[in-house]
């Protein structure tokens, strides 16, 4: 079985490529579905359901242009889901992309840092 | 005459979840563009992504108005678009309720409905407006009238001032 999750993005949803093998976790593109809960759901249930492949010091990326408000509840129940990957053996780190000059993508990172609990870096291209 | 320093998209036709991302498409562009690059020009295309993402939900017929300005002076949109009464009436009371907070209010408000409340029947979060509200937008106001049995064209408009 792969533990490979890969989705392609499409004009309304971003690329979602979570590979625990490499390392690599990344959510880039823009993200405005009618069903935000509906996209965001079998990642949150893959991550709970290959959380063992995880390994500490994995880096979840997200690089989104845009996002409407229902993705950003559905992207904070999903970084609720990583959060909830740290344990005494295990640390996470979750990097926020924000171009120069967005102030969206900055507050909203905030916004959620603060109710997240956990820091969510602010990484400025 | 052609002013540099103002950018304007009048868009009236159908909407649905792919005409509503080559919107919000646009509006990235115009709001990013050289000429009017600020630097809140990205918060004020979330205004807009949220108030054409509401018509795509809310919306009882395919049939929109969006009207996107920015200037020297700020941001103005209006959007006018068909809505069954529920819902109608449900935006009106949401804006009235939301233009009566205070900034702390709106956002104990906002950290309610991300932590405590499930998604809609339609999908929303309940958090564009608030989002909207949250945004210091100068003018927020929403007019409903009644087209017909369960039929009502709702307008909003929106004024931002640059910060």
């Known amino acids: 079985m792969s533990n490979v999750l890969h989705i392609e993005r499409t004009r309304t949803t971003p690329l979602i490529h979570f590979d625990p093998g490499q390392g690599h976790y990344e959510v880039s593109g823009i993200s405005t579905p009618i069903n935000s809960f509906g996209f965001y759901e079998p990642v949150r249930a893959w991550l709970e359901q290959t959380a063992h492949y995880i390994a500490d010091g994995a880096v979840f990326r997200f690089d989104l242009a845009y996002f409407n408000s229902a993705s950003m509840k559905a992207l904070f129940m999903l970084l609720q889901r990583i959060r909830d990957l740290e344990d005494p053996g295990r640390k996470v780190r979750i990097e926020w992309i924000v171009r120069e000059d967005d102030e969206f993508m900055s507050e909203s990172a905030d916004s959620m840092q603060e109710l997240l609990g956990m820091p969510i870096h602010q990484v400025r291209v | ?163």
Not at chain 2, 69 to 74: Q, V, Y
Request: hydrophobic share 35%.
């Open chain 2, 1 to 163: 005459m052609l002013n540099p320093r103002r950018h304007m998209i009048h868009y009236e036709g159908l909407l649905d979840e792919t005409s509503g991302q080559c919107l919000m498409d646009m509006v990235m562009l115009s709001a990013t563009s050289e000429r009017v690059m600020r630097r809140n020009s990205r918060k004020w295309c979330s205004l807009a992504i949220e108030l054409i993402d509401n018509a795509i939900r809310y919306s009882s017929h395919d049939h929109i108005s969006f009207y996107w300005e920015t200037n020297p002076d700020g941001l103005v949109i209006r959007l006018r678009n068909s809505a069954n009464e529920k819902d109608a009436m449900r935006l009106v009371k949401a804006v009235e309720k939301l233009r009566k907070m205070s900034p702390p209010e709106l956002d104990d408000l906002f950290r309610c409905q991300m932590l405590n409340t499930e998604f809609g029947e339609k999908g929303g979060a309940g958090l564009g407006l608030i989002q909207i509200a949250r945004k210091g937008v100068r003018t927020m106001e929403v007019k409903a009238t009644r087209r017909g049995p369960d039929h009502y064209i709702c307008e909003t408009f929106i004024e931002v001032k640059p910060e």
